[in-house]
């Protein structure tokens, strides 16, 4: 059975940091790209950044650049987001999902900005 566990949210200052970390199981890991989105209240899913297999590539929304760093262990098929330097729009529940599905399938973990 695939599943994917999100964890790390929380809430945090602006100008703060956190570290979300994405346990998956069930399926191989490691042969496939991945995913973190968001959806912050009353909006839509918003495609955060992916990872290849390898972790060798990463991309990144223009809203998070040069902040938030994608990671990746596959030896412990894990994911990773950094986010640093967060800012009140940043509050939303952020979901990992494999980039070939349409939709997050976990429960996500909110991450909450604010002073």
């Known amino acids: 059975q695939e599943q994917l566990v999100e964890s790390g949210g929380g809430l945090v200052q602006p100008g703060g940091s956190l570290r979300l970390s994405c346990a998956a199981s069930?399926?191989?890991?490691?042969?496939?790209?991945m995913r973190w989105v968001r959806q912050a209240p009353g909006k839509g899913v918003e495609w955060v950044a992916d990872i290849n297999s390898s972790g060798g590539s990463t991309r990144y929304a223009d809203s998070v650049k040069g902040r938030f760093t994608i990671s990746r262990d596959n030896a412990k098929n894990m994911l990773y987001l950094q986010m640093n330097s967060l800012k009140p729009e940043d509050t939303a529940v952020y979901y990992c999902?494999?980039?070939?599905?349409?939709?997050?399938r976990g429960q996500g973990t909110q991450v909450t900005v604010s002073s």
């Open positions: 999902l494999k980039a070939i599905d349409a939709r997050p």
């Open positions: 069930g399926f191989l890991f490691m042969t496939l790209t």
